[in-house]
DNA sequence: CGGCGTTTTGACAGGCTTCAAGGGCCGTGG
DNA sequence: CCACGGCCCTTGAAGCCTGTCAAAACGCCG
């Protein structure tokens, strides 16, 4: 399930040709930080669609920041129920919480294929000596993450199927959108209504029948994995709250 | 409503006699983390109880620690409806995310009278320069907020709505217990059923129903206030924390 | 063409919200 | 001392939202 292991190091895209760093919504670095980061980085992680790289009860050793495709952070109970907790995008850092702590307290799964950029955390200190704006930028990846995860939360605690529906998808549609994933206000979503179930707090049924809802006001339309938002104002406006700009962040 | 602005430095409870240091769950410091961090705190605030104290919406020019009482983070939708997004206790770090971005996403009041060591959003950077294993600690902090949303966010996707209270309550108790606000199983809770309501997600006419049921069943009890742990394996079970619960899925 | 995962649909039950009203406790003021 | 108002807790009834069950349609791929 899981390549990239063994590989002899070097074999991966160096830092300085990191095909994210171009984009405006990332912070720039400077020569010192990016000549850090590369040593930082020990290796490339590839891993299959629908494959966990990281599971709830284990230790991590490592930290991850995602480079291409798509994944999801999710908690399960022990009878099978599943809750995702929030995606992950490239640019997004994964696993800090397992480096930080003892063991990892959820699991994260590939979407799509994914590459990952592996920091181990045995130098992660080092990188707090060394480089206190890097140490910031860690935290502030931190917050922001805490930040998702209390919106979401909003989402499930106080609004309704429809309501919340319409903001996870504007949500995830303008995350995207960041990251140049999206042409003609359409993109290629990867996950199935079951996950978009998970990550709502609803069944599977009523997920389905509130996005036909949803399709049906011709506010959205998502036809064999194909996200399209056809009335940005209506879309909106459902969710309840505009989703906010954000401004550049760091990136490791 | 709110006290203790304009006060002259150096009146308040010096860090070397913090009454929190000397908890077992919390890390010890070096001389010279603690003389940083005396030099760091600036002043200290005085917060009635039901006050916010931050808001969103709002800029921070200060981090915040709680050094004594409770308080929540909560967000309001534009209707009123509002969702609790946690409860902060002693030691506990507040205002980070506004001190990190531009302007505060939540919240925060006070449940009851207050006390907050008081840090300047200004020197934070001085903090990560000079003393990385404080910086480090921040980043941990920061993990662990996360890590109890998380788990709040499962329960209110997927946990019943007994099971949801059960957690809360359990969870809220066991924080308390190491601070060592329990005595004899027993703590006085500062919020309503309408605060647990809106930090459950749930109505206030449903979560009173829920107490009830959970109160008949002998495994806690809760009357003006003060709140008690009657039979704790019970109390894990419901919660589903230890036993998992059975619930038919399809297997072939 | 057949198999499998995903999406759809309908029917039904029940959990949860809403509405409404009563009761208890406590501080204030007549 | 008692009446009153305010806040909080409690309870019952009605109905909608959402979950569960069941089955069929769809689309993709070997």
Not at 69 to 74: D, P, Q, V
Not at 78 to 107: K, Y
Request: positive net charge; proline residues 5%; glycine residues 6%.
């Amino acid at each position: 399930m899981i390549v990239g292991n063994g590989r002899p190091r070097g074999q991966f895209t160096p830092c300085e040709q990191c095909p994210l760093r171009a984009l405006p919504c990332l912070r720039e670095f400077t020569a010192e930080e990016l000549a850090f980061v590369k040593q930082f980085k020990i290796d490339e992680l590839h891993v299959d669609a629908g494959a966990s790289f990281l599971r709830q009860g284990a230790r991590a050793d490592h930290l991850y920041t995602v480079l291409s495709g798509w994944a999801f952070r999710y908690k399960m109970l022990d009878d099978g129920r599943r809750q995702i907790l929030n995606f992950a995008l490239p640019a997004d850092m994964v696993g800090l919480q397992g480096t930080l702590m003892h063991e990892m307290e959820h699991s994260v799964e590939a979407l799509t294929p994914l590459t990952l950029c592996v920091f181990p955390r045995s130098k992660l200190y080092d990188l707090y000596s060394q480089f206190p704006s890097l140490a910031f930028d860690i935290t502030w990846l931190a917050a922001r993450e805490e930040q998702l995860i209390d919106e979401h939360l909003v989402s499930l605690g106080r609004r309704t199927a429809l309501e919340r529906t319409a903001f996870l998808l504007l949500h995830l549609f303008e995350r995207a959108r960041e990251l140049n994933l999206v042409k003609d206000n359409a993109i290629q979503f990867p996950f199935t209504q079951q996950h978009l179930a998970d990550a709502l707090g609803m069944s599977l049924v009523h997920t389905n029948k509130t996005l036909k809802r949803l399709m049906a006001s011709k506010a959205v339309s998502w036809k064999g994995r194909v996200f399209a938002v056809l009335d940005r104002h209506l879309l909106e406006q459902v969710a309840g709250d505009e989703v906010p700009k954000r401004r550049p962040r760091p990136f490791i």
